[in-house]
């Protein structure tokens, strides 16, 4: 099942309800929500605070995408906000195992992810700890770069690696996908895709998931 989880980043911020309920309707089943903290990453977003006011807005999955240093500190005010997924950045913490740990006791999917300089190989010791790895195809920080194509190497040795070992493992990709290049992601073996200036930034989002979800669909990895 291919999964597109708008990113809220490329929203117009001054009408998140309309933002979010144009994706909803545009067929998303995701709303990725990008938070930064001006010191893992050189940008600030939002935090839980935004997530729990836009919660009631809309039943989309809440796919919290945490790119801040030590996560472990507001795990439980972004569970509090609503948030369905939590994903973490590996390079972000310490001990990684006690950020899943604090996602898992709050019983919400965990996800972790590894900025483009990070081997895939660091991965390998959390797998069957975690519900999805988010395979960062830009530099984490801002919406708008183009995707640095080598990264879907990290998709497919994961989708392999997970295959050979019966992982029941989602992977998500994020920066810079397009209805163009998503196909290069699915291939890969990438099932849910981020995309935040493709989707926001058109004035078909409709069309946009749908070309996607084709793409997408037209190109399954294969093992
Ligand atoms: C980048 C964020 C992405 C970003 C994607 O740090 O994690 O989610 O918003 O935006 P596009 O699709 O425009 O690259
Ligand atoms: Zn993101």
């Not at 790119?67 to 997924?85: H, L, N, S, T, W």
């Not at 740990?101 to 483009?116: F, M, Q």
């Not at 992982?167 to 935040?196: P, Q, S």
Request: with cysteine; glycine share 8%.
């Amino acid at each position: 099942m291919i999964y597109i989880a708008p990113s809220l980043l490329s929203a117009d911020f001054s009408n998140l309800e309309s933002e979010i309920s144009k994706i909803a309707q545009a067929g998303a089943q995701y709303l990725h929500l990008d938070v930064m903290d001006g010191d893992f990453v050189p940008n600030i977003s939002f935090g839980a605070p935004v997530i729990s006011a836009i919660r009631p807005c809309t039943n989309l999955v809440f796919d919290v995408h945490l790119m801040i240093r030590e996560p472990i500190r507001y795990i439980k005010d972004f569970a509090k906000a609503g948030a369905d997924i939590i994903t973490f950045h590996l390079e972000s913490c310490q001990d990684p195992r006690k950020v899943i740990r604090a996602i898992r006791e709050k019983e919400i999917r965990c996800g972790i992810s590894i900025s483009p300089g990070t081997p895939a190989e660091l991965l390998l010791p959390y797998l069957s700890e975690v519900d999805m790895v988010l395979i960062m195809t830009v530099v984490p920080g801002f919406g708008g770069q183009a995707l640095i194509p080598s990264c879907l190497e990290k998709v497919r040795f994961l989708r392999q690696y997970a295959d050979r070992h019966g992982l029941r493992l989602d992977i998500e990709v994020d920066g810079g996908i397009k209805e163009e290049n998503v196909a290069l992601a699915t291939e890969a073996g990438a099932n849910v895709i981020v995309a935040g200036s493709a989707i926001f930034g058109s004035r078909k989002p409709r069309s946009v998931i749908e070309g996607m979800r084709k793409a997408a669909e037209a190109h399954p990895y294969r093992r």
